[in-house]
């Protein structure tokens, strides 16, 4: 961009009175006259609002910019002497679900769209204010049935609450597997996995996909299964939905959508609410030392709320190790040492996950991290502390970007790696459009420790919609009928010609690739009936029967397991901890017992915060999810082999299922843990009675009895109350 139309430069001359604030306007004038350069303009008139007085003698020529730019919520946040012209134009813009929010002229323009029937696929900065136009759909009250797939169950739960808020009297919030539906207007609220594991999803009238990016998502090989389960559930939805709305971070285009036979409409929009000043620093990756002198400058600056991005739970620790370490950086003490209830959630972490673990020493010193080993109710709380502005800095992985939302107006880029690989000039602006917040920070800072990546094109291609011969089985395998190309008809017809495994298995189990389903075929081809037999009905497994199961965990399982270094086949350590949790009484006395032993074969803070974050991450990322997916395939293979040897197909895991993925809670309980109650609080309240009632019963019994539970303490009752009010 030339010198003499950028915003940031500009500005500085009217700062400096090298530059008059007339001839500042009349650039953005300009601008905002070019289609090309309408995102400049924007951002000439955002910047203008941050520094107001600057342009008090020009206030009706800034109000007449801003309505050219769209930006009518900032005519009503930052004036009150609007002609009545100017109010009727904020009356036209006033949303459907809240007479105080203004939309601005793309949230306008999409949700007329959608109105009328088109299908809509929106690409725009993280800023633009996607989800208001989902709350106006609702507000319509044109849809009875919708289904919102999000990428985490993070999402789930945040979605969930606004929309509950909002739209709780006239839908049923669907966000669970146990729920069913039991009135006339829904809203399914599911990750793709849960999409697909649904046979209730029927004339669906509005479905929307959330960082729709993600079916693109095919690159690294440990979230292609998850981009190939995003793609089977949009050929679901397409099939059984009347119209849809997919929403994601600005890209150059979309390929593959045209071939599934669906007009829509695409908007890639680089429509500006906020403005970026980008801080460049170059530094080595592998620079330690002169990443955190900076770190340290940046901090002793900029004082406000602020999110540093590391690349793993590791860099985080090393991190937050240094700030709590300098003295001179004057890092505000926790309000939890005034506040008694946030005293006691700094002494509930240190009773429950150690003194030394990186969470609890972080928090004691105002700083918030979160990463994808946290238990749900943690990274929530985090979440709320630094939004309430009762903590200041937040240091995260790619967990807190996928969609989270925060208000943070600076954001420090500390690696330019997610785990090892680097990430791209997508995911860099991604994680930069993090910074600012419409409403809340006109100009948001980014500073890039690192090299910035190199630009590049941003396509967003289908694998749903871009088959050819080396697409895999396991993908074409999930898709619908319809939506199957002649040459992957000839590909599924070949295959099922060559290999034993059933297309049904492929087909339920499509996250797994198809080698991986062979093998885990051949291993069971192998077992006499008197060894399915063994199994088949498990539930407290014996010492063969465990070896059996951690043998084929380890097949199928082997690159998530490799993650934690549970995968070596001459490695005992995934059959002793499947061992304790299944012979736990519950789960938090299987996490003390691990977290006792860390405390008791570790002497250093760090080596003990590290081994605690990884058994966090065993628990949630393995057990509650690779051992069950795991043991769901094993149930279907024994049942298919009961088949072959023309025996009733009675194989049952149930209950190691249950085990793994509830956390040894009841199927109801486990969903509040989803929404923010810690396992610790929800193991108290487990009675025989409430084990068997509904999600929403068990929410009714809690909002009503809440006060009268006296065997929870002041912080249990804090996180329920942040979960279900």
Known sequence: METSLDPQQCLECVRNETLSAFSYLKKANVCLSSPDLVPVGQEFIIRALEALPLFKKHNELLQNLLRIAGLYPYLKKYFTDLSPEKEFVLDVYKSNFD?????????????????SGKNVILSAPTSMGKSAIVDALLAANKFKTIVIVVPTIALIDETRRRIKARFGNKYQIIHHGSQLSRKEKVIYIFTQERVNEREDLRDIDLFIIDEFYKLADIKDIQSRPRAFALNIALSKLLTVSKQFYMIGPYIDAVQGMSSLTREFTFIPSDFKTVALNIHKYNIAPNNIEDKNEHLAKIIETYKGQTI??????????????????QTNLQIERFSCFEDRLLRRY??????????????????????????????????QKTVDLFNNKEIKFLICTSTMIEGVNTSAENIIIYDNRNGNPKIDSFTHKNISGRAGRMGQYLVGNVFCLEQLPEPEPQIVGLPLGQQNEDSPINLLAGIQPDHLSEQ??????QFASKSNLPMEIIRKHSTYDVEVLEQAYELFAELSVRDIEQIATI????????ELLTRFIKTVENRVLARQQLSYEDSDELYNKLREYIYANNHTEYIKAQIDYIYKANESDTARSNATDRELSIVRNIFKHAVVRALSLLQDLLNHQYILFDREPTANLGWLIHIFENS???????????????????EKLVTPELSETKIDTLLRYLRMNLKYLRQLNSVDQMFIKQAIY
């Open 99 to 115: 007479d105080s929010f203004i939309f601005h002229s793309m949230q306008a323009r999409v949700f007329n769209l959608l109105l």
């Open 308 to 325: 540093i991005y590391c690349k793993s739970s590791n860099c985080i620790s090393n991190v937050v190790h240094f700030l709590t370490s």
């Open 346 to 379: 700094y002494q509930w972490l240190k009773k429950n996950y150690g003194s030394d673990w990186g969470c609890t020493q972080a928090l004691k010193s105002g700083i918030g991290i979160h990463h994808g080993a946290l238990p749900r109710a943690i990274q």
């Open 488 to 493: 992957s008809n000839q590909s599924l017809i």
């Open 539 to 546: 539930t407290k497994p014996k010492k063969y029967q465990l």
């Open 664 to 682: 040894h809670l009841p199927a109801s309980f486990s969903a509040l843990e989803e929404m923010g109650i810690p396992i610790e609080t929800l």
